[in-house]
């Protein structure tokens, strides 16, 4: 029943011949491990790779910086969500599937990562790399939706979840179905 689909659709398209099952598991495991570790850890916290995030973040600061002092702020949050953005688009464009759901992953992740960074900015109960300002403090006081900390932090949280659920979704039905979707070039 199922195999007859899975061959004719990998002799189709060459791209989903890439999704095998044990692809597919590689990546529901990892997204279920994000999920599980913001949801159950006690830090909500990713090892390793909220580490790798981290270091993009503070990378973003001093890069952002040397164009304008005033949007620096900007800069980790930045750098953090377009590493993993750049990764998408590159295993897009080379048809990977598979890179591409662990890259939504990632970007979702990273969102997680952030909403738990702005849900933060009126308690500023987090540790601070280096001590510096709360980036969701300046920011949020600049637009003037400090109040609104958590609730923005909520709807983030909410699109991180959306993405990194997807993401598994999506490579099913990619590895049912066949070829690569590509959203919006039709
Ligand atoms: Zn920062």
Request: hydrophobic share 50%.
């Amino acid at each position: 029943m199922e195999f007859g689909d899975r061959e004719r659709g990998s002799m189709d398209a060459p791209q989903a011949a890439g999704v095998s099952l044990a692809r597919l598991l590689g990546v529901i495991v990892f997204a279920a491990a994000c999920l599980g570790f913001h949801w159950f850890g006690s830090q909500g916290w990713v090892p390793l790779l909220d580490s790798a995030n981290l270091a993009f973040h503070e990378a973003g600061h001093p890069l952002v910086d040397l164009f304008s002092a005033r949007l620096s702020v900007y800069g980790g949050t930045l750098l953090q969500l377009l590493f993993p953005a750049l990764a998408l688009w590159n295993y897009r464009r080379a048809g990977n599937a598979t890179g591409l759901a662990g890259c939504m992953v990632w970007l979702g992740e990273n969102l997680l990562n952030v909403a738990r960074y702005m849900a933060d900015a009126r308690a500023q109960a987090l540790p601070l790399v280096g001590g510096g300002e709360h980036d969701w403090t300046e920011i949020f006081n600049r637009w003037g939706v400090l109040h609104l900390d958590t609730r923005i932090a909520g709807m983030t949280h909410g699109i991180g979840v959306l993405l990194i659920v997807g993401a598994g979704v999506w490579l099913y039905r990619c590895r049912r179905s066949g070829p690569i979707a590509h959203p919006g070039s039709h």
